[in-house]
T-cell receptor, first 114, second 114 residues
Framework: ETGVTQTPRHLVMGMTNKKSLKCEQH?????MYWYKQSAKKPLELMFV???????ENNSVPSRFSPECPNSSHLFLHLHTLQPEDSALYLC?????????????FGQGTRLTVV | GQQLNQSPQSMFIQEGEDVSMNCTSS?????WLWYKQEPGEGPVLLIA?????ELTSNGRLTAQFGITRKDSFLNISASIPSDVGIYFC??????????????FGTGTLLAVQP
C-alpha cells in the first residue's frame, strides 16, 4: 500500500466511449502526476498538477483530459480513444515544494481500447 | 531531451546470486530513484539518493549516486525468487521554479530461478 489508490484497476472501452480514471492520495502531497506505460517504452509523463494547477502537459492529445479538483484527487477523462492508447496508466504524487523528493505511484489502471 | 540508458535490459539468474544494474545519462541529475514493478502493479520506491557519491542500503539492496551525477547503480545481494520484477531507475531534474521532472529508464527485467 503506497497511499495512492487508482480506480478502476482494469478498463475495456470502445473507441466511441467516454470513461474516467480516478486517483486519490492520502499522503498529504500537493503534486500529482499521470504517466502512461506502454510495452517496451520508458514511463511517459503526461500531466503534472501542483497545488491543483496544471503545470505540465507533455504534448498529450486532447482526447485525454485531466482534472484536479483538489490536491488529493486527480482524474483522467477519456473520450474517442484509439487502440494505440491501450496501456497501463499510472498516477503518482509527491511534495512539490521539497526539491529532492520521491514520487509514490498507484497500482495503475490497465486500459484496453477496442 | 534527457535520456536514461539502463542496462542490462534483462537478467536471468539463479537464486543466491548477486545482481548489478546501472543507469547512465549524458545529463546531470539532482536525485536518483530506484523503483521495482511487479506484474499488474505500479512501481514501488526502493531507494532514493540525493547527493553525488551517496551510497545507500535497504536490506539486500544497495544503490549509489555517481560522483559525476550522471549515473547510478543498484546491487541486489543473495537474490531470492521474490526479487523477480522490472527495476527502473529514475532521475530528477529541478528546473528552478518550474516543475521537477522525473525521467525514467527503460527498465531491467530480473528473473530468478529457484
Amino acid at each position: 500500500e503506497t497511499g495512492v489508490t487508482q480506480t478502476p484497476r482494469h478498463l475495456v472501452m470502445g473507441m466511441t466511449n467516454k470513461k474516467s480514471l480516478k486517483c486519490e492520495q492520502h499522503l498529504g502531497h500537493n503534486a500529482m502526476y499521470w504517466y502512461k506505460q506502454s510495452a517496451k517504452k520508458p514511463l511517459e509523463l503526461m500531466f503534472v498538477y501542483n497545488f491543483k494547477e496544471q503545470t505540465e502537459n507533455n504534448s498529450v492529445p486532447s482526447r485525454f483530459s485531466p482534472e484536479c479538483p483538489n490536491s488529493s484527487h486527480l482524474f483522467l477523462h477519456l473520450h474517442t480513444l484509439q487502440p494505440e492508447d491501450s496501456a497501463l496508466y499510472l498516477c503518482a504524487s509527491s511534495h512539490r515544494e521539497i526539491m529532492n523528493t520521491e514520487a509514490f505511484f498507484g497500482q495503475g489502471t490497465r486500459l484496453t481500447v477496442v | 531531451g534527457q535520456q536514461l540508458n539502463q542496462s542490462p535490459q534483462s537478467m536471468f539468474i539463479q537464486e543466491g546470486e548477486d545482481v548489478s544494474m546501472n543507469c547512465t545519462s549524458s545529463s546531470i541529475f539532482n536525485t536518483w530513484l530506484w523503483y521495482k514493478q511487479e506484474p499488474g502493479e505500479g512501481p514501488v520506491l526502493l531507494i532514493a539518493l540525493y547527493k553525488a557519491g551517496e551510497l545507500t542500503s535497504n536490506g539486500r539492496l544497495t544503490a549509489q549516486f555517481g560522483i559525476t551525477r550522471k549515473d547510478s547503480f543498484l546491487n541486489i545481494s543473495a537474490s531470492i525468487p521474490s526479487d523477480v520484477g522490472i527495476y527502473f531507475c529514475a532521475g530528477r531534474v529541478n528546473y528552478g521554479g518550474a516543475t521537477n521532472k522525473l525521467i525514467f529508464g527503460t527498465g531491467t527485467l530480473l528473473a530468478v530461478q529457484p
